[in-house]
């Protein structure tokens, strides 16, 4: 896992200072328990209350951190680069694919729903900036989205998730904000199903966290409350058999067993 530079840790940590002390409304999703060094994937996501959003944008530019075109370019020129180093060091890029297939299949995956004709394609009033100050990104929306299994757009959760995102958010550290373990549970099962197709174990930090925030749930009646109540608002009449699936830790069956409820 590579390490952000100082300069992007100091610029990260001057952020999140000022966002506190200007009462911004955010959330760090699952990638933060190891910032600001690094992160497990690619970018940090946040979440920014859509009343806060352009004063987050003010303060996030005034720390260093500058607009970048949407990832589908910066994954474009990837790809790119892929290919001329398939003609230059063609071992290179063989070895590559051995070692790490699960990342090929994931960018890939991104790369197949952020097409250049489909990156606008976002529900109503959603917005979805990116963020970067080195090799640091920020991907950041206004409000909590996913990608629906029959459609490329992105949409918006229902206002009831929306609200409980920041109601019950948590200080992580005393230094930023965190959704509480049911949201975040509720928001790696989301892109587990959508953007990994349902094989969480592409990603093992995915389940490894979704392990950890079981255990939590299980033991804490509020919580598990709370994550039963989110699920119905998402998953509707499959609800309650994503909720024992996941509970059973038995990530990779959640995406078939909702996508045989008509209703969802």
Do not use: W
């Amino acid at each position: 896992m590579p390490q952000f530079s100082q300069e992007s840790q100091n610029k990260f940590e001057e952020l999140v200072m000022r966002m506190n002390k200007n009462n911004i409304m955010y959330v760090i999703f699952t990638t933060y328990r190891d910032l600001p060094n690094s992160v497990p994937g690619s970018d940090i996501d946040m979440c920014v209350h859509d009343e806060d959003f352009q004063e987050f944008r003010t303060i996030a530019e005034s720390c260093g951190f500058s607009q970048r075109q949407a990832s589908v370019r910066t994954r474009a020129e990837s790809a790119k680069n892929y290919t001329k180093t398939l003609v230059t060091d063609p071992v290179k890029v063989f070895n590559y694919l051995i070692d790490r297939p699960e990342h090929v299949k994931y960018h890939l995956s991104k790369l197949k729903r952020e097409q250049p004709a489909l990156r606008d394609r976002v529900s109503e009033n959603v917005k979805n900036l990116f963020l970067s100050s080195g090799e640091m990104v920020l991907d950041v929306v206004n409000y909590p989205i996913y990608y629906p299994l029959e459609s490329e757009n992105k949409k918006r959760l229902h206002p009831f998730v929306e609200s409980t995102l920041f109601e019950h958010r948590q200080l992580h550290n005393s230094k930023f904000y965190v959704p509480s373990h049911a949201n975040e549970l509720l928001h790696i099962i989301l892109r587990g199903i959508t953007e990994l197709d349902g094989n969480f174990s592409d990603k093992m930090y995915y389940v490894q966290r979704c392990d950890q925030l079981v255990s939590f749930i299980l033991n804490d009646e509020d919580e598990d409350l709370r994550f039963r109540r989110l699920l119905q608002y998402v998953f509707f009449n499959a609800a309650d058999e994503v909720y024992e699936t996941t509970m059973a830790r038995e990530y990779n069956q959640i995406r078939s067993q909702f996508l045989s409820h008509r209703n969802y």
